[in-house]
């Protein structure tokens, strides 16, 4: 644990800083597409001096997370500290959380720094109610995830990076979330009702008209259909071609009986080539 008598000065303000003013083009820019720059920028509600406390439930959390990590290397806890340390703020990770996490962990914060400024799941400024994120991997580009971003652009008014005035939503781009089968597709993070009742919810098979409708549902405080919209798990075969789901039931690939070459068994001479291996 760091001495809680311990002083720091805080450091000015960093004014907003445009892009194109970086030393260094791009050095500074974020991992994900909703915190923008890796360097830390000073805000009314996320200054070192931001006040930071773990509700008695999390404090539990706390000691069930360092628990299972060995006592001389509890470093190994910062991933999930983190993790809930977001769950308890909102959604998101002041400046003070993440100190609150090296102070638990007796490691200099620079090194949580370092962390919640690689993994995209962690959001260093504050999002909405309804953290919306578009899947950016190449799979869903293929079957159409720009055509979803930009209907969510459209219907949220708000850019990439973005928080609706009303502070519901926030429109971030994801990188794969490993259901590539169902793209494209799209996450929703809500972390409203707190750390018990955080909920991170796939929607699949998308088309445009799909996406406007989930925002839709959410803004009027509904709850969305999960996973693919034109489908119960793996049926009825299909896919999202030219933003319209196209129902693929009956289609085959394997109509008839397989052409050669088949294989043989390897203890058999040449004569074997040709011939389909019987069992």
Same mark, same amino acid.
């Given at each position: 644990?760091?001495?809680?008598?311990?002083? #720091?000065? =805080?450091?000015?303000? $960093? =004014?907003?800083?445009?892009?194109?003013?970086?030393?260094?083009?791009?050095?500074?820019?974020?991992?994900?597409?909703?915190?923008?720059?890796?360097?830390?920028?000073?805000?009314?509600?996320?200054?070192?001096?931001?006040?930071?406390?773990?509700?008695?439930?999390?404090?539990?959390?706390?000691?069930?997370?360092?628990?299972?990590?060995?006592?001389?290397?509890?470093?190994?806890?910062?991933? =999930?500290?983190?993790?809930?340390?977001?769950?308890?703020?909102?959604?998101?990770?002041? %400046?003070?959380?993440?100190?609150?996490?090296?102070?638990?962990?007796? &490691?200099?914060? $620079?090194?949580?720094?370092?962390?919640?400024?690689?993994?995209?799941?962690?959001?260093?400024?504050?999002?909405?109610?309804?953290?919306?994120?578009? &899947?950016?991997?190449?799979? &869903?580009?293929?079957?159409?995830?720009?055509? $979803?971003?930009?209907?969510?652009?459209?219907?949220?008014?708000?850019? #990439?990076?973005?928080?609706?005035?009303?502070?519901?939503?926030?429109?971030?781009?994801?990188?794969?979330?490993?259901? &590539? #089968?169902?793209?494209?597709?799209?996450?929703?993070?809500?972390?409203?009702?707190?750390?018990?009742?955080?909920?991170?919810?796939?929607?699949?098979?998308l088309t445009a008209a799909d996406a406007r409708a989930i925002v839709e549902e %959410?803004?009027?405080?509904?709850?969305?259909?999960?996973?693919?919209?034109?489908?119960?798990?793996?049926?009825?075969?299909?896919?999202?071609?030219?933003?319209?789901? #196209?129902?693929?039931?009956?289609?085959?690939?394997?109509?008839?009986?397989?052409?050669?070459?088949?294989?043989?068994?390897l203890d058999e001479g040449s004569e074997g080539v040709g011939r389909a291996k019987?069992?």
């Open positions: 644990m760091r001495n809680s008598s311990f002083s #720091v000065t =805080p450091r000015p303000p $960093i =004014p907003p800083t445009h892009p194109r003013d970086l030393p260094h083009r791009g050095a500074g820019f974020a991992t994900n597409s909703h915190d923008r720059f890796n360097v830390h920028q000073e805000s009314e509600d996320n200054t070192w001096d931001t006040p930071f406390t773990w509700t008695e439930g999390g404090r539990d959390r706390v000691r069930r997370l360092l628990s299972r990590y060995p006592d001389n290397y509890p470093t190994g806890a910062m991933l =999930p500290l983190l993790d809930l340390a977001q769950r308890e703020n909102g959604g998101w990770l002041s %400046l003070s959380a993440m100190n609150a996490v090296a102070d638990l962990l007796g &490691c200099p914060p $620079i090194r949580v720094y370092e962390v919640a400024t690689f993994y995209t799941m962690y959001n260093r400024s504050r999002v909405g109610r309804y953290h919306v994120q578009v &899947c950016g991997t190449t799979p &869903c580009r293929l079957q159409g995830a720009e055509r $979803i971003e930009a209907a969510l652009r459209e219907a949220l008014g708000v850019e #990439v990076g973005g928080t609706t005035p009303c502070g519901t939503f926030t429109l971030s781009e994801m990188e794969c979330m490993g259901a &590539c #089968v169902n793209a494209p597709m799209l996450a929703v993070a809500d972390y409203s009702r707190g750390p018990d009742g955080f909920t991170y919810t796939y929607y699949e098979d %959410l803004r009027a405080g509904r709850v969305p259909r999960p996973g693919s919209q034109h489908r119960s798990k793996t049926l009825p075969m299909g896919s999202v071609r030219g933003d319209t789901w #196209v129902d693929d039931a009956g289609a085959r690939t394997l109509t008839g009986e397989p052409r050669g070459p088949y294989c043989r068994e019987t069992t």
